[in-house]
């Protein structure tokens, strides 16, 4: 069965780095530099890893939080205004900064800016300076949790929002406190008897 070229060029190189040069370095492959036996050519840093995006829309997420049309967000698309989408076809997703510069070109629309000079716009700006001019939250609020002990055995846990709907969070807290007391009075008076 023959090999690839892939495999005997691997089988090339390997012979190659066995060879020893002089005070014990290896020999560069053969075949390098202008006048054969040159150093091989510098290859290019690789771009770091990054962690996939956490937040990722289809086409009619964007639709649905920006109104447009997909065919006006391809069309935003194709004349520069939004980069491409990630992957090809149906499963196509997109980031944040997608559903940022839709925001930013209906708010610059609605100001009777030209697409011209909103594409330009656009440009300069990153996504974080984006969610600025936009006073967009780009990150989800801190989870922040209030624990509220009913009976050594009984606890509620109250997300605390942080003002938001807090007077009708409190109530709520408050009405189920009100219906659990005769419960946990009798709890008490059962463990206080033992």
């Given at each position: ?26 020999a560069p492959p053969a075949g390098f530099g202008p006048g054969r036996g040159g150093a091989p050519p ?153």
């Amino acid at each position: 069965m023959g090999r690839s070229g892939r495999d005997r060029g691997r089988d090339r190189d390997d012979g190659a780095r066995g060879r020893r040069g002089a005070g014990g370095t290896a020999a560069p492959p053969a075949g390098f530099g202008p006048g054969r036996g040159g150093a091989p050519p510098r290859g290019r840093l690789a771009p770091p890893l990054v962690a996939p995006d956490p937040y990722r829309y289809t086409m009619a997420d964007l639709e649905e939080q920006t109104n447009l049309n997909a065919r006006t967000i391809r069309y935003y698309i194709s004349q520069g205004l939004l980069p491409s989408a990630h992957g090809r076809g149906p499963g196509a997703t997109y980031d944040l900064g997608h559903l940022l510069r839709l925001r930013a070109i209906l708010l610059l629309k609605a100001a009777h800016q030209p697409l011209e000079e909103i594409r330009d716009r656009l440009s300069r700006l990153s996504d974080d300076e984006l969610a600025a001019m936009l006073e967009v939250e780009t990150r989800p609020p801190e989870d922040r949790w209030r624990r509220v002990e009913l009976h050594p055995d009984i606890e509620l846990h109250v997300r605390d929002l942080g003002g938001r709907d807090g007077a009708a969070l409190t109530e709520a807290v408050e009405l189920i406190i009100g219906y659990a007391r005769p419960v946990i009075d009798r709890l008490e008076e059962r463990r206080d008897r033992r």
